[in-house]
C-alpha cells in the first residue's frame, strides 16, 4: 500500500527531481529492510507535501482542501510544511495578514526553497504589498534564476510600474528554449513595444500565436498584433489577425470570446478615428451574441456594450441624437440588471462622461468621470481631455501623467492612450 502511495506521488510530479528521486529510493530500502517505523514517517511527509502542491495548483475549496489535508498529514507542526499548509488555509479564508505571517514563517524556515519564496510573493502581491512582493520574487530567482513563474510575475510587476526595461529582462529569464511560458513571450512584446522595438515585438507575438493552442493565449498573440499597429498608429493593417482571432473563436463555439474580441477591435477603430468601421465591429460582436445559445439573463451585459460602444461611434460622428437615445436605452438595461451592478458602476459614468465630453460640457464630463474608474488609463485620459478643455493646465497635467504612469499593458486603452498622453506632456512642458 505504501508502495502504491509513493509511486502515485511520482506519477503526479511530486517527486521528479533525481535528488528526491534517490530519497524515495532509500525510503523504499527502509521499507524492504523492515524499517517500517522510518518508512510510514518519509511516506507520510511526502503525502503532505504533494497535498501542499496540489493546494498551490488549485483553487476556490480545492486549495482549501488540500492545504487542510497536507496540515493534518504534516509530521511536525513547526515546519516548514505545517506553516506553508496555515497560509494557504488562512489565504482560503480571506485572512490576509495570517496568511502573510504563516508564507513568511514558511519560507524563513526552508530558505532555499525557491518555490516558497514565489508562494508569500504571490500572497503579499495580493495584499498589494508590491515592493515586498518583489522581493519575494527576487529571492525565488536568485535561487533559481530560470524561474519561470518568478521571473513572469517580476516581468508583469515591472511592466505596471512603466520600467520597461526590468520587465524585459524579467520576462527574457523566464521564457525557455521552446518559447514558454506564452504569457512571457507576450509579455516582453509588450516591453519591446514601449522600448521602441516594434518589429521584436511582433515578432514575439507571431511566435507566440504560432505556438499557441487556440484559445486565450493565441487570441492575446493575435490581437497583440492589432495592438502593435494602433500604437503606431498604422490601422488597418493588424485587422487582419483579429480577423483570424474572431474566427478562432468562432470555430470553438465561444461567443463571448467571438463579441469580446470584435468590442476590442471596435473600440480601437473607434478611439483612432474610425467609428464608422468601429459600429460594424460593435454589431458583429452582438451579432455573435444574439446568434448564440446564451441564457437571455447573460446576455444583458452584452447588450449594453453594444449599446455603449455604438452610442459612442455615433457621438464621434456627431449623431448627437441618437447617441443620447442608445445612452438612454443603455441605462434602462443597467437598471434591470442588478447582477453586473459593479461593472456598471464605472462603465456608466464613463458612457454619461463620454457624450458630455461630446457635446463640449465639461464642466459636466468631469463629474461624472470622477465616478467611473479612476484607475484606468482611459479614464484618467477623458478627465485630462476635459481639464485641458476648460484651460486648467495643472489639472490637466496631472491626469494626462496618470493616464501615461496607467497605460503600460498590451491592450486596448494603452495602446490609444500611451501615445495621446505622450504627446500632450511632451508639448505642454
Do not use: C
Not at 127 to 146: C, F, H, I, S
Not at 202 to 207: F, K
Not at 216 to 225: E, F, I, V
Amino acid at each position: 500500500m505504501l508502495r502504491r502511495i509513493a509511486v502515485a506521488l511520482v506519477a503526479a510530479g511530486a517527486l521528479a527531481a533525481p535528488a528526491v528521486a534517490q530519497d524515495l529510493a532509500a525510503t523504499w530500502r527502509a521499507l524492504d529492510y523492515g524499517d517500517e517505523a522510518t518508512a510510514r514517517a518519509e511516506f507520510a511527509r511526502r503525502a503532505a507535501e504533494a497535498s501542499l502542491w496540489q493546494a498551490v495548483a488549485s483553487r476556490g475549496e480545492a486549495r482549501k482542501a488540500a492545504a487542510e489535508r497536507a496540515l493534518a498529514a504534516a509530521p511536525d507542526a513547526g515546519g516548514w510544511l505545517a506553516a506553508a499548509a496555515r497560509g494557504l488555509i488562512a489565504e482560503a479564508a480571506g485572512d490576509g495578514v495570517a496568511a502573510t505571517a504563516a508564507l513568511r514563517e514558511a519560507a524563513s524556515a526552508a530558505p532555499r526553497d525557491a518555490r516558497l519564496w514565489k508562494l508569500l510573493g504571490d500572497q503579499l502581491r495580493a495584499a498589494e504589498d508590491l515592493p515586498g512582493a518583489t522581493e519575494a520574487y527576487q529571492r525565488a530567482v536568485q535561487l533559481q534564476p530560470a524561474y519561470p513563474a518568478a521571473n513572469l510575475a517580476l516581468g508583469e510587476l515591472a511592466r505596471q510600474r512603466s520600467d520597461f526595461g526590468a520587465a524585459f529582462n524579467a520576462f527574457n529569464h523566464a521564457v525557455d528554449e521552446s518559447d514558454r511560458p506564452l504569457g512571457a513571450l507576450i509579455g516582453r512584446a509588450a516591453a519591446r513595444l514601449y522600448m521602441g522595438d516594434s518589429e521584436g515585438a511582433l515578432d514575439d507575438l507571431r511566435r507566440a500565436a504560432a505556438g499557441a493552442s487556440p484559445g486565450p493565449d493565441r487570441s492575446r498573440a493575435l490581437l497583440g498584433q492589432l495592438y502593435v499597429h494602433t500604437y503606431l498608429r498604422q490601422l488597418p493593417r493588424g485587422l487582419d489577425q483579429a480577423e483570424l482571432a474572431v474566427r478562432m473563436w468562432q470555430e470553438l463555439g465561444r461567443a463571448e470570446q467571438v463579441a469580446a474580441a470584435a468590442n476590442a477591435v471596435g473600440r480601437v477603430l473607434l478611439e483612432t478615428g474610425d467609428a464608422v468601421a468601429a459600429a460594424g465591429w460593435y454589431e458583429r460582436g452582438w451579432q455573435a451574441i444574439e446568434g448564440s445559445d446564451l441564457a437571455p439573463a447573460a446576455r444583458t451585459i452584452w447588450h449594453v456594450r453594444y449599446l455603449h460602444g455604438m452610442a459612442r461611434s455615433a457621438a464621434a460622428r456627431r449623431e448627437l441624437d441618437r447617441a443620447e437615445s442608445l445612452a438612454a436605452e443603455a441605462a434602462s438595461l443597467m437598471a434591470s440588471d442588478p447582477a453586473n451592478a459593479e461593472h456598471y458602476a464605472w462603465i456608466g459614468p464613463y458612457l454619461t462622461g463620454y457624450l458630455h465630453l461630446a457635446q463640449r460640457r465639461n464642466e459636466e464630463a468631469v463629474t461624472e468621470l470622477r465616478k467611473s474608474d479612476l484607475e484606468r488609463p482611459y479614464i484618467r485620459y477623458l478627465l485630462a481631455e476635459a481639464y485641458a478643455r476648460l484651460r486648467d493646465r495643472a489639472a490637466a497635467r496631472e491626469w494626462y501623467q496618470k493616464a501615461l504612469e496607467a497605460a503600460n499593458g498590451l491592450e486596448p486603452e494603452s495602446v490609444i492612450v500611451r501615445p495621446l498622453a505622450t504627446a500632450w506632456l511632451a508639448k505642454n512642458r
